[in-house]
């Protein structure tokens, strides 16, 4: 069983920050690439940022320069650090992570359950 778990949302005024995170368990033989998604009432889901498993990252036009997304391989975490936040930024953000699991050698994606990020004005 793999699971992702996210948390650090909540409800902060404009131009405050938040920082995510999202731990991954379970039987893990490797992490690929991960990303954080988010998605507001009535909208799709859209790709915030993708973190590879060398670091390398992009972000979306609309959270440049004001999110960072790290990860930690050690700890099978990831981050997403929010600053300057916006009241659009309010959505649930999801976590996705390419998995290969022990035992079974086949890679694939797994999401986390959400958490909310709500940004008032």
């Known amino acids: 069983q793999v699971q992702l778990v996210e948390s650090g949302g909540g409800l902060v005024q404009a131009g405050g920050s938040l920082r995510l995170s999202c731990v991954a368990s379970g039987s893990i033989l490797s992490i690929g690439g991960m990303r954080w998604y988010r998605q507001a009432p009535g909208k799709q889901r859209e790709l915030v940022a993708v973190?590879?498993?060398?670091?390398?990252?992009v972000y979306a036009d609309s959270v440049k320069g004001r999110f960072t997304i790290s990860r930690d391989n050690a700890k099978k975490t990831m981050y997403l650090q929010m600053n300057s936040l916006k009241p659009e930024d309010t959505a649930a953000y999801y976590c996705n992570a390419d998995i290969t699991v022990l035992g079974i050698y086949t890679t694939k994606g797994y999401w986390g359950q959400g958490t909310q990020v709500t940004v008032s004005s």
């Open positions: 973190i590879s498993s060398g670091g390398s990252t």
